[in-house]
């Protein structure tokens, strides 16, 4: 497992800060690559939320995006506007997905080839490629709120790990039901968002 820096964002790994890529970019290969994706019943990605929890992860080692906690876990402000220009350009096409909340829907967001012919002969660095590649796997069948929680859960688990150089369940769980009352997560909830996000990398063991 590589050594990861704790600072405001995430577990960065200083080698591998993805300077040379554009940041929509990075966005647009992500929806390209859900879009692809074979893995899933419904290919791209499923709504911002997902959108922005998916790059949350990626960000983790490349440090690209800035991210600050908002009313959905953490967001960035620039992925919200890259996905806005990119939908408004056609670059992604959008669809609306019918939830089990009446009235609510997901956009799914897909890859439009014909609209994104230059993109298709960007090449870009393995090292962001693979990276992406592995983010495509961590979300597949994950809902938007699977993701809210586990971005959720590494948030404030990193937070606490800067401040006190571990990171606790209880912490976690407080700040959470303090700050998304209406989520109604469980402790149940943030312990096995924890063990996901150990296994996978995202977070080292106490």
């Known amino acids: 497992m590589p050594k990861y820096m704790i600072n405001g964002t995430g577990f960065v790994d200083e080698n591998l800060k993805t300077n040379s890529v554009l940041k929509e970019d990075v966005v647009l290969l992500l929806i390209k690559k859900a879009t692809e994706f074979q893995g899933t ?14 790059l949350y992860f990626f960000n983790l080692k490349h440090g690209i995006f800035n991210f600050r906690w908002g009313d959905y876990g953490p967001i960035s402000g620039e992925i919200q506007q890259i ?30 080839e014909k609209d994104n012919k230059d993109f298709l002969e960007t090449e870009f660095p393995l090292n962001v490629d693979q990276d992406l590649d592995k983010i495509i796997h961590f ?16 948030f404030w688990a990193q937070r606490q790990y800067s401040m006190f150089e571990e990171y606790t369940t209880e912490y976690v769980l407080e700040k ?20 996901t996000l150990k296994s996978h990398g995202y977070l080292i063991a106490n």
């Open 41 to 54: 019943q419904t290919a791209g990605i499923l709504g911002k939320k997902a959108l922005q929890k998916s």
């Open 83 to 112: 996905a806005k220009d990119l939908i408004s350009s056609g670059n992604v096409t959008v669809t609306d997905i019918d939830t089990m909340k009446q009235g609510a829907v997901i956009q799914n967001m897909k890859f439009s």
């Open 176 to 195: 959470l039901t303090e700050l998304k009352p209406d989520a109604g997560f469980t402790r149940s909830d943030v312990e096995n968002a924890m063990d």
């Open 139 to 154: 979300i597949a069948g994950r809902t938007p709120r699977d993701l809210e929680l586990l971005a959720s859960v590494h």
